[in-house]
């Protein structure tokens, strides 16, 4: 299950490739019991960060999911307001609070995860020019219909010439997106799970006779 440190042993991990910068701020919305927010914990889990990295995570809201007890074990982690999700109080104070954060941390890269953190994050990082600064896409943020999502969509567009590099949580993901970017930028897939290594291939199913496929998700609307 070890994949990360093998990734960076042959040199093709986005952090070597940046030349293992030493602080590496995260931000991320709410620690809620959704796809990028367990893909985080998992990433930190398998050793995506190489050790020499100085990791912090920094939440916008508390979430409602017991990460954040998971990850302060593994890793720094900051949340501006306890908030179970990010309501517009919580993102009035993650955009007073997330500026300090950079001059207090002075990271060498910062990562978005989710709409709210990079629209927060691309725009701050504008007075922060040194810093490396990566948008971390979603496939479930990016394939909301809503008008909200609409929005953020929209203004993460607009910002979008501030970023350094793309990471996208699939290659779909990262074909769905590459447009709204800059031509120029860095772009990296980076799988959200890990599973055991082999996987050993099932001989149990006859294609020829009908069988049952069952898949698990979180219950909501557009899965």
């Known amino acids: 299950t070890q994949i990360w440190?093998?990734?960076?042993?042959?040199?093709?991990?986005?952090?070597?490739?940046?030349?293992?910068?030493?602080?590496?701020?995260?931000?991320?919305?709410?620690?809620?019991?959704?796809?990028?927010?367990?893909?985080?914990?998992?990433?930190?889990?398998h050793g995506f960060f190489p050790p020499n990295v100085d990791l912090r995570i920094t939440a916008l809201s508390r979430g409602d999911s017991d990460l954040a007890d998971s990850l302060t074990k593994v890793a720094s982690l900051t949340v501006y307001t306890k908030c179970n999700r990010l309501t517009f109080t919580a993102f009035a104070i993650a955009f007073v609070r997330m500026p300090l954060t950079m001059l207090k941390v002075r990271p060498d890269i910062v990562i978005l995860s989710l709409a709210q953190a990079n629209i927060l994050g691309r725009f701050?990082?504008?007075?922060?020019?040194?810093?490396?600064?990566?948008?971390?896409?979603?496939?479930?943020?990016?394939?909301?219909?809503?008008?909200?999502?609409?929005?953020?969509?929209?203004?993460?567009?607009?910002?979008?010439?501030?970023?350094?590099?793309?990471?996208?949580?699939?290659?779909?993901?990262?074909?769905?997106?590459?447009q709204n970017y800059p031509s120029n930028i860095a772009c990296h897939s980076v799988p959200l799970f890990v599973a055991p290594n082999p996987l050993p291939p099932s001989r149990l199913l006859d294609a020829s006779e009908p069988f049952t496929i069952i898949t698990a998700c979180r219950l909501v609307p557009r899965k």
């Open 124 to 178: 701050w990082s504008i007075f922060f020019p040194s810093v490396h600064l990566v948008a971390f896409e979603h496939l479930a943020a990016t394939s909301s219909p809503s008008i909200k999502h609409s929005l953020y969509n929209s203004l993460n567009r607009l910002l979008s010439f501030r970023v350094d590099s793309l990471w996208a949580d699939s290659d779909a993901t990262l074909v769905s997106v590459r």
């Open 5 to 45: 440190p093998k990734i960076i042993a042959i040199g093709i991990h986005p952090l070597y490739n940046l030349s293992l910068m030493k602080k590496v701020l995260y931000f991320i919305n709410a620690l809620e019991n959704g796809g990028a927010e367990n893909g985080l914990a998992t990433l930190v889990k």
